[in-house]
Nanobody, 115 residues
Framework: QVQLVESGGGLVQPGGSLRLSCAASGSILSSDVMGWDRQVPGKQREMVARIQSGGYRTYADSVKGRFTISRDNAGKTVYLHMNSLKPEDTAVYYC?????????WGQGTQVTVSS
């Protein structure tokens, strides 16, 4: 069983930056995929970013060039560096862990972009 704990959300003005962190507990393999999804009330949860073994990264088109996902050397903490934030980035952000067909999410952290 993997547990995920997110932190770093909050209120930021448009154009500002935030860094989200996700700490994973349990047995973590370098081949596990970690990343971030986000969800706005009334809408489907969407993929924001993923990082795989070897450092291969995938981003949603809406965040390319603004967000960067990274992972620590132990592979147990994943970060989402968010720059040039826009009001449409407002959502609950969920850390996601995938191993094969198993997927786990954290409890979510609110990001609000507003002046």
């Amino acid at each position: 069983q993997v547990q995920l704990v997110e932190s770093g959300g909050g209120l930021v003005q448009p154009g500002g930056s935030l860094r989200l962190s996700c700490a994973a507990s349990g047995s973590i393999l370098s081949s596990d995929v970690m990343g971030w999804d986000r969800q706005v009330p009334g809408k489907q949860r969407e993929m924001v970013a993923r990082i795989q073994s070897g450092g291969y990264r995938t981003y949603a088109d809406s965040v390319k060039g603004r967000f960067t996902i990274s992972r620590d050397n132990a592979g147990k903490t994943v970060y989402l560096h968010m720059n040039s934030l826009k009001p449409e980035d407002t959502a609950v952000y969920y850390c996601k862990f995938v191993r094969g067909v198993q997927a786990y999410w954290g409890q979510g952290t609110q990001v609000t972009v507003s002046s």
